[in-house]
């Protein structure tokens, strides 16, 4: 069983809406949690890391949350722009190993 | 600051065939990962160096994948004899020092098609 979990697997939305991503984990003991996104044809790139003391953490329109005790993390898009149709992946890490989720698919349309 | 380049972008082969990989890590960087990416999932590491030297090849498949990074700079991955399964996009990532707070920074991948 994978530790990292995402849902769902994929989501469309229309622009300018709104959405929430998720990532449960087993992993432990627990290092830190990053999302990526990945665009079609490239390479995952950092959007936020997420460490244990952590709750919030916002970059732009992305908002991500952490629970530690429930080990749940939710990446938050708002106000979607069509450029937000990617690959969003959740990378968890202990001491030595990174555990990847197999990611959300998101999609954006006018 | 230029990124990581990784060639060639596509690669088609048949089973039973060879292939390489080629990566160029950001300047400076102390380590590099070779990442395998079959379509739908999440990347699954498959070697991991640290300057020249090999940190983690737990999950490479040693009898038939091999990797090298000469120099402690730019790396190469190769496939022989290549299997239908081994389908898949091949990223490379490196980041400065390999502690676990760091990001990683990613190429575009080599997507390998085999027939």
């Known amino acids: 069983k994978n530790q990292v979990e995402q849902s769902p697997q994929s989501l469309i939305i229309l622009e300018g809406k709104n959405c929430t991503l998720q990532?449960?984990?087993?992993?432990?003991?627990?290092?830190?949690l990053r999302w990526y996104k990945q665009d079609t044809g490239r390479g995952p790139v950092s959007l936020t890391i997420?460490?244990?003391?952590?709750n919030t953490k916002s970059n732009g329109r992305y908002t991500a949350t952490l629970d530690a005790d429930t080990k749940q993390s939710s990446l938050h898009i708002t106000a979607s722009q069509l450029s937000d149709s990617a690959s969003y992946i959740c990378?968890?890490?202990?001491?030595?190993?990174?555990?990847f989720g197999a990611g959300t698919r998101l999609t954006v349309k006018p | 600051e230029a990124g990581v380049a990784q060639s060639p972008r596509y690669k088609i082969i048949e089973k039973r065939q060879s292939v390489a990989f080629w990566c160029n890590p950001i300047?400076?960087?102390?380590?590099l990962y070779w990442y395998q990416q079959i379509l739908g999932q999440g990347p699954k590491l498959l070697i991991q160096f640290q300057n020249n030297g090999v940190v983690d090849d737990s999950q490479l498949p040693k009898d038939r994948f091999s990797a090298e990074r000469l120099k402690g700079v730019d790396s190469t991955l190769k496939i022989q004899p290549a299997k239908l399964e081994d389908s898949a996009v091949y990223l490379c990532a490196s980041s400065k020092t390999g502690i676990p707070n760091e990001k990683l920074f990613f190429g575009s991948g080599t997507q390998l098609s085999v027939l």
């Open positions: 990532c449960n984990y087993t992993v432990s003991p627990f290092s830190n």
């Open positions: 300047s400076g960087h102390a380590t």
């Open positions: 997420m460490t244990f003391s952590e």
């Open positions: 990378v968890v890490r202990d001491f030595n190993d990174m555990r």
